[in-house]
């Protein structure tokens, strides 16, 4: 295990993302659909901030707007104050569902953004496999994504953001469909790359443990539309251990406000549905 922060590693100078009075609002057939309410956000470099709330509360939906695949109705997006106006290299995102491309091996999808960039091929090779041995994976450089477990594809997902120099990465509950022992290896490993670089991370998860394991702060949100209920900041030093009394103290009382959330939710639901 590895001695980290128990806070953020920078909490100077201008936020690397600010989201002011957001709103995003879908179109659809039987009329628009809120998704995202008012949303105010600021994000400091090097913060850990896991994004904290049941299905349908626009999780998933504010991260692609942090990552530009979608925009705001209303309000700004902005990294170091300019306006995020679609996907960029200063962002790099990892999903679920890993995303690699199927047709290359492990080294020539971390490569593929260095490539794209035009780098020379001796710096391509030397960032590929400087990310490759980041992850653990540099015994595994000529296999195919198919050839791989859920976890280890997860870290070619993460390298190959790593390789392309982002400063930010977004995570879409990325560790979901793994084992409980692989997920608690990879959330570890990501606290380790996290501590070795400058990147900041946003996670989205549904997971109140996995929340408090990884994040300088949690935000909770709620639905009806997706808004922000409560930024909470944790202090617990790392490695932090699941069975302890304060981690779950603190798990307990996030828990209370993520269930709080969603009953108020219900019944608004039900009032509208009278």
């Known amino acids: 295990m590895h001695n980290f922060p128990s806070s953020s590693k920078s909490s100077t100078g201008l936020p690397i993302l600010s989201i002011d009075s957001l709103e995003k609002t879908f179109p659809s057939a039987d009329g628009d659909i809120h ?51 679609g996907p960029g290299p200063d962002r790099g995102v990892v999903f679920q569902d890993y995303a690699l491309f199927p047709w290359l091996t492990v080294q020539e999808n971390i490569a593929f953004g260095p490539k794209h960039r035009g780098l020379p091929k001796s710096e391509i090779k030397d960032i590929s496999q400087k990310y490759m041995e980041m992850v653990g994976l540099t015994k595994f450089a000529t296999k195919y994504p198919n050839t791989l477990s859920g976890g280890m594809k997860q870290r070619v997902a993460i390298a190959r953001v790593l390789a392309n120099d982002a400063e930010i990465l977004l995570m879409d509950e990325p560790f979901a469909a793994l084992d409980a022992l692989t997920r608690a290896k990879l959330q ?82 039900e009032s509208a549905d009278v």
């Open 35 to 85: 998704a995202l309410h008012n949303i105010n956000l600021e994000v400091r470099k090097g913060e850990f901030v896991c994004l904290l709330g049941a299905s349908g509360c626009g999780k998933s939906t504010l991260l692609r707007v942090i990552g530009g695949f979608d925009s705001p109705s209303e309000g700004s997006a902005k990294i170091y104050g300019k306006k995020i106006d």
């Open 188 to 269: 570890e490993e990501l606290l380790d790359i996290w501590e070795r670089t400058s990147l900041t991370v946003i996670f989205v998860t549904h997971s109140v443990e996995e929340a408090v394991v990884l994040s300088d702060r949690i935000v909770v949100m709620g639905a009806g539309p997706g808004h922000i209920e409560s930024d909470i900041s944790i202090t617990l030093p790392r490695p932090r251990d699941p069975s302890s009394v304060e981690f779950n103290d603190l798990r307990r009382d996030v828990s209370n406000q993520l269930r709080k959330n969603i009953i108020q939710a219900a019944s608004v639901k």
